[in-house]
C-alpha cells in the first residue's frame, strides 16, 4: 500500500491519525474512528481524577472552533472498562495522558500501557486553566516529566507541544534527550471566539482551546521549523482537515497528521474521505510511497535574510479588461505603492513604482500577475 508508513516503530497502514479529543472519548467513538479507516486514534486526555461535565463546552463560528473541555469526563476505571471493548484490528491505540508531576504522569502511563496503548501522547501543556502553566516556560521541568515515562513503559512515546515550544530549539531537544520517539504539533491555541457588542458580553465564558482551518498557516510553519530543529518525527496537527492539506505537511516534513476539528465538524466520513483521496492523489501522481513525498516542499523555503536580496516586480501576465465588481478591483484598490492602476478599462503596472509586496498576485481573482525580476 503507497500510503503505508513507520510511525515509532508502529506499522501504519496510512499516515492518518485522529486526534485526542471529544470524538474519541469512548470504546464507541474510537471505534468509529477504526472503522472509517483511521490508521491510529489518539484517545481523549486520560488523567488520574476526571474532568467536570461543562455546559456549554463547544463553540463554533464561522468555521471557528472553540472547547473548553480540559480532559476525559470518564472515570480511570470507566476508562479500563472502556478501552477494553475497542477492536483494534489493523489500527494502534495511542493513549493521551496528563499529569500534574513527573511521578504522576509515570503512574498514569505505566497504567495505559496495561490497558492496551500501543504508544503514548504526553500532554504536557494546555491552552486553557491554570494547572502546570509553570511548564510553558521550563523545559528541563519538561524534559524530567518525559524522562520518567519513558523509563517506565516500553511503547513508544510522543509529546504534544504548542507553538512556542515547537519553535524553540531548547524545548524540543529536551524532549528527544528525554526519549520521545516523536512530538506532535501544534495544541490548540488559547482563544475567544468574540463579543456580543449589543450585549457586551463575551461568547464564551472563558478562554478555550481555539482550533479548525484557520489556524493552519501557524501549524504548516511549526511542522516547517520542527523538520529543521527535530530528529524525531512529526505528527502534524491544526488545520488537518482533508488530503489536500494532510499533504500539505507531509510535504513539509510530517510523517503523520492528526485530524481532531474536521472529525468533529464533518463526522467520522471525513476520515475515510481523507484516506481514500490520499491513496488517489499518490496514485495519479504516481508517488510509490508518503516517505518519497516527504519534506519535499522544504527547499522551496528559504531564511528570511535571504529572501531580502530579491528584487521582484510584479508583472501581468495577460491582459486584464474587465472589472472585478462593484469594489473595483482588488489589486488596484489595495496596491500600497500605487503601482497597480486602471486606466479607462484596462490594468496595467507602473514598474518603476512596483516594490514587490507580491499582494496582487494573491488578490487577483483572473490570475493575471506573477513577480519576476
Known sequence: MCTAVDFMGLPLKNPVIVAAGPWSRDAASIQKAIDAGAAAVVTETITLEKSQLLRPRIYRQEGRLLNTTLYSTLSFEQLERELSQVRKGDSFLICNIRGGTPSELAYTATAVERFGADALELCCFTPIGTKMENLAIHPDEIYEMIRQVTQKVSVPV????????????????????????????????????????????????????????????????????????????????????????????????????????????????????????????????????????????????????????????????????????????????????????????????????????????????????????
Not at 492528526?258 to 484516506?275: H, K, M, N
Not at 478599462?345 to 519576476?372: A, Q
Request: glycine share 12%; proline share 4%; aromatic share 4%.
Open 158 to 373: 510522543m509529546v504534544r507541544l504548542p507553538h512556542h515550544a515547537a519553535s524553540s530549539r531548547e524545548f524540543v531537544q529536551a524532549v528527544e534527550r528525554a526519549g520521545a520517539k516523536a512530538v506532535s504539533a501544534i495544541e490548540t491555541l488559547s482563544g475567544l471566539i468574540g463579543v456580543d457588542v449589543e450585549r457586551g458580553r463575551s461568547r464564551t465564558p472563558t478562554i478555550g482551546g481555539y482550533s479548525g482551518p484557520h489556524i493552519r498557516p501557524v501549524s504548516l510553519a511549526a511542522t516547517a521549523m520542527l523538520s529543521q530543529l527535530a530528529d524525531c518525527q512529526i505528527a502534524s496537527m491544526g488545520g488537518v482537515e482533508d488530503a489536500l492539506s494532510a499533504l500539505e505537511f507531509l510535504m513539509l516534513g510530517a510523517s503523520v497528521v492528526q485530524l481532531g476539528s474536521a472529525v468533529l465538524l464533518g463526522g467520522y466520513g471525513r476520515i475515510t474521505r481523507t484516506v481514500e483521496d490520499l491513496e488517489a492523489w499518490m496514485r495519479a501522481h504516481r508517488y510509490g510511497s508518503v516517505e518519497e513525498l516527504r519534506g519535499i516542499a522544504l527547499d522551496s523555503l528559504s531564511p528570511f535574510e535571504e529572501i531580502l536580496t530579491r528584487r521582484l516586480h510584479a508583472s501581468l501576465d495577460s491582459p486584464c479588461g474587465q472589472s472585478c465588481g462593484e469594489g473595483g478591483c482588488p489589486c488596484v484598490t489595495a496596491c500600497l505603492d500605487g503601482a497597480v492602476v486602471r486606466e479607462g478599462d484596462r490594468v496595467r503596472v507602473v514598474r518603476e513604482r512596483c516594490s514587490g509586496c507580491g499582494l496582487c498576485v494573491s488578490l487577483c481573482p483572473g490570475g493575471h500577475f506573477s513577480l519576476r525580476k
